[in-house]
C-alpha cells in the first residue's frame, strides 16, 4: 500500500473553483482500481494552498490512475488553476 501527497497552490480566484471541481470529481477518483481513499486538505496558515492524500494498492495502481483518461481529464482542468508547479510524493508506511 503507497500513499500520494500532491501539493498545489492556487491563485484566489481559483480557490472556489478547484474546490468545488474537486467535489464533483472526487467519487470518480475513488472508485478507480486500486484506489482506497482520497482526501482533500487545504494548509491552515495559507488558504491558497491544498493537498490531496490518497491511499493506493501499489505504485503500479497509482500510475495506471496517472495514464488514464479520467486523470487527464481532471489535471487538465486543474493545472491552469494553480499558481505554481504541483509537488508530489509517493511514500510508505514503516
Same mark, same amino acid.
Given at each position: 500500500?503507497?500513499?500520494?501527497? $500532491?501539493?498545489? %497552490?492556487? %491563485?484566489? %480566484?481559483?480557490? !472556489?473553483?478547484? $474546490?468545488?471541481?474537486?467535489? =464533483?470529481?472526487? +467519487?470518480?477518483?475513488?472508485?478507480?482500481?486500486?484506489?482506497?481513499? $482520497?482526501?482533500?486538505?487545504? +494548509?491552515?496558515? =495559507?488558504?491558497?494552498?491544498?493537498?490531496?492524500?490518497?491511499?493506493? +494498492?501499489?505504485?503500479? !495502481?497509482?500510475?495506471?490512475?496517472? %495514464?488514464?483518461?479520467?486523470?487527464? +481529464?481532471?489535471? !487538465?482542468?486543474?493545472?491552469?488553476?494553480? !499558481?505554481?508547479? =504541483?509537488? =508530489?510524493?509517493? $511514500?510508505?508506511?514503516?
Amino acid at each position: 500500500m503507497i500513499k500520494r501527497i $500532491v501539493k498545489m %497552490e492556487f %491563485e484566489p %480566484e481559483n480557490i !472556489s473553483p478547484f $474546490v468545488n471541481f474537486f467535489k =464533483a470529481n472526487k +467519487d470518480k477518483i475513488t472508485t478507480f482500481d486500486g484506489c482506497h481513499s $482520497v482526501e482533500l486538505l487545504r +494548509d491552515i496558515n =495559507a488558504q491558497n494552498i491544498f493537498f490531496t492524500y490518497s491511499i493506493w +494498492d501499489s505504485e503500479s !495502481s497509482l500510475n495506471k490512475y496517472r %495514464e488514464s483518461n479520467t486523470f487527464k +481529464d481532471i489535471w !487538465s482542468k486543474t493545472k491552469p488553476l494553480f !499558481s505554481n508547479k =504541483a509537488k =508530489a510524493w509517493s $511514500v510508505e508506511e514503516i
